[in-house]
């Protein structure tokens, strides 16, 4: 089983959609997650921490749920410019450090 | 301005040559990382380091190499034995503490003919 894992898509989605992603992660001793975005050819920049509480930040909501050990990711009023690949990641204390592992990301392509 | 420079951002080199990557940071950070993404994939996890002179093998190690002599710089050597070493190479810092976002460069194209 990988560590983490996302469905790929493509989520192709009219303008002002409301779209949703899940990701999974397998190792419950992590402890810090993220959602990143990336657009094609370029790195990826952070969207947003996610929290047990929830966060929201505009238009974006993330939630992590750690008994089923998912994350979460909404999208409202979905624009032309949040067409990317959106990468959830999450961080596990080894003996060595910090380690980062990332899901396969979930393409999202916003149509008019 | 501080940040994550990773050159060069096109590299082509023939096949069974090593090649190194370079990554350098003036972020202070004391994690480094390298990725390898391969196209309409993932980020795969390399290799990864802590402290100077000490790192971790990630999930895809075979056929790579790195080194971390100095906090700022952590390279990465594309071995021979790399059997399928076209991709795009992405290095990442973060500060020590868990919750702290990673900032990555703009990556290297690795193309082997």
């Known amino acids: 089983r990988k560590e983490v894992e996302q469905d790929p898509g493509p989520f192709n989605v009219p303008e002002g959609a409301t779209v949703a992603f899940n990701c999974t992660y397998s190792?419950?001793?992590?402890?810090?997650f993220f959602w990143y975005r990336q657009d094609c050819r370029k790195e990826p920049k952070l969207l947003m921490s996610?929290?047990?509480s929830g966060n929201e930040d505009g238009r974006f909501t993330a939630q992590l749920n750690r008994a089923s050990q998912y994350i979460s990711l909404l999208i409202r009023d979905s624009k032309l410019s949040d067409s990317a690949t959106y990468l959830c990641?999450?961080?596990?204390?080894?003996?060595?450090?910090?380690?980062?592992?990332f899901g396969t990301g979930t393409q999202l392509k916003v149509e008019l | 301005d501080g940040g994550i420079t990773q050159s060069p951002k096109y590299l082509f080199r023939k096949e069974g040559q090593n090649v190194t990557l370079s990554c350098e940071q003036n972020?202070?950070?004391?994690?480094m990382y390298w990725y390898r993404q391969d196209p309409g994939q993932g980020l795969r996890l390399i290799y990864y380091?802590?402290?100077?002179?000490?790192?971790q093998k990630g999930d895809i190690a075979e056929g790579y190499s790195v080194s971390r002599e100095k906090k700022e710089s952590f390279p990465l050597t594309v071995t021979s034995a790399q059997k399928n070493p076209t991709a795009f190479y992405l290095c990442?810092?973060?500060?020590?503490?868990?919750?702290?976002?990673?900032?990555f460069g703009q990556g290297t194209r690795l193309t082997v003919v």
């Open positions: 380091s802590q402290i100077v002179n000490d790192f």
């Open positions: 990641v999450v961080i596990t204390i080894t003996g060595g450090g910090n380690k980062l592992t």
């Open positions: 990442a810092s973060k500060k020590d503490q868990g919750g702290t976002e990673a900032f």
């Open positions: 996610v929290y047990s």
């Open positions: 190792n419950s001793a992590s402890q810090s």
């Open positions: 972020l202070n950070h004391d994690a």
